[in-house]
């Protein structure tokens, strides 16, 4: 197998994958060749390796006695916030559901309620006649006479220079009209 | 699809593994365990990972009791959020981002409180300044002295990485996690993990070097 030679330079830009045994074979035996012919790189390989080496003998921590105690309060308390969070929440639902219900019943009966609170008063019919005076001095003006109405009632007395009143009535709808009308 | 079903069944039940004891399990039958209702699967998960976060999170931060706070959190974190964690990812990778990110956010906010700062500097100072403990008769005490001087120097070499730079080191350097898991905690892709972790490695060289030869 022919090695090819590399450079520091290559070798510090790729030093990661070959600390970490990612390289291919071929490539590794590179980075060796390097290491027995570098010194400056076989010093820098040398104190990386011993310098973790070092930190992995530093003394482990351990977690404090109530660590777990503590925890398990800690736990104790989210369950119970979540209980309680829960109870809330289907408190809140049944509030829901309890108002969605009371204004359905509530509708329900609003037709009834309305019915049973709704006095209908009973009139006497009313009728009426044109007065004669109306047919005699304002009517009909064919541009205020409505054909359509069954009833027509002089409101105001025709005087000199000023218009009458005189209100239509139409049978049966409930509708009336009123209209002023020119003197002749 | 159906069979598709039917199969992630048999395999979920299979990783649950019931009757099994708690202590035999990895880390998915733990996690299975608890979402069936076995609230002692956590506290095995707990007994698995406190030690190991205490020190990830210590070395990370650099405060101890600060450590010890951020791990409670990251297991109540863990507690609230397992319901939601995708079992098919790995169990360790997901609580050590979520420990990673606490110790990150720690780090921000002690940058932009010098007051935290200052009382960290001068904790670890106290601790610092306490007598030599002999904890080997072996060695002589100039030997233990130099020992302990130069577990001290590396120690602090690691600190004066970069955030990120230490982040990555630690990762790989004393956790031993892949190139993969490191991506992932630090939500960095591959090439980035990479030349964090030559940088850092190269970074600590330059400040042990002298110390070391």
Known sequence: ?184 | MSDIFALRAISRENEAQPGRPLAELDDSGLVARFLEGEKRAFTELVGRYQARLLNFVYRTTGDRERAEDLVQETFIRVYRHLHRFDQSKKFSTWVYTIASNLAKNELRNRSRNPLVLFQTIRKNHESDSKPLEWEDNTYRPDDLFRKRHLRALVESAVDQLPEHHRTVFILREMEGKTYEEIAEITSCNLGTVKSRLNRARNNFAQVIAPLLD
């Open chain 1, 1 to 184: 197998m022919v090695i090819k030679m590399m450079d520091c330079a290559r070798f510090l830009d790729g030093y990661s994958d070959y600390r970490d045994g990612l390289l291919a074979d071929d490539e590794g035996a590179e980075y060796l060749a390097h290491l027995a012919m570098c010194g400056s790189c076989a010093r820098y390989d040398r104190v990386v390796r011993s310098g973790v080496a070092m930190l992995r003998e530093l003394p482990e921590l351990e977690p404090s006695e109530d660590f777990v105690l503590e925890l398990k309060h800690r736990i104790f308390h989210e369950d119970d916030d979540r209980r309680r969070m829960q109870r809330r929440a289907s408190g809140a639902a049944t509030a829901v559901t309890g108002a969605i219900a009371a204004s359905i019943a509530l509708l329900a009966w609003v037709p009834a309620i309305g019915e049973r609170g709704r006095s209908v008063v009973e009139m006497p019919p009313i009728t009426a006649l044109a007065p004669a005076s109306v047919e005699a001095e304002m009517l009909p003006l064919p541009s205020f006479v409505d054909t359509q109405a069954d009833w027509v009632d002089l409101m105001r007395e025709p005087q000199p220079g000023f218009a009458s009143l005189v209100r239509y009535e139409y049978a049966g709808t409930g509708f009336s009209n009123a209209e002023f009308v020119a003197p002749r």
